[in-house]
């Protein structure tokens, strides 16, 4: 049983959350289950997570950059492997694309949902760090610029790799 001061604590970092946390972990879960399932989907919507995990990941990016310059070469440390990671891992990972009628054929994978909601989790993790610990904000900065960093940079890497396989599926055609 929980003590009454994990259930404070628990209270305050919920209720603390902005609106747009809940919703956006939502839609993750939901898509993420779709994703273990074989479908065929429009290319836009294909689109949705690495345009969300972008700007997310932008929106950490920009703000911590500009109070501390001194994080850029961590921030791109990261988002350099992470790009190398996903031309490497990324793409349709044995699915593919049918460009004439713009949709997307892709194999079923627990990958989408364990990583998305690993991103989610660890910059949320860090968010809440940096609120209840305010004096290690320095400390805490470094993780979240390369959470950031990591986060976006992947999935550039993995749009690239999309990119690559879609113009595969042309030139095969």
Known sequence: MPSPQSAVMLERIVTGAP???FPLLALLIVLGIRATR??????PRVLIVPVVFIAWGLSGLVPALAAS?????????AATGAVLLALATGGLDGGWIDVERG???LRGS??????NVAIFTAK?????????????????MLWSVAISG????YFVGWLARLTIDSRRAVRDA
């Open 19 to 21: 609106w747009w946390v």
């Open 38 to 43: 074989p479908r065929v989907t429009a290319l």
């Open 69 to 77: 310059p001194d994080l850029a070469l961590p921030a791109a440390g």
């Open 103 to 105: 949709v997307a054929h």
């Open 110 to 115: 627990w990958i989408p949902l364990v990583r």
């Open 124 to 140: 949320y993790a860090v968010a809440v760090a940096v609120a209840m610990h305010p004096a290690d904000r320095a400390q805490l």
């Open 150 to 153: 990591a986060s976006a940079g």
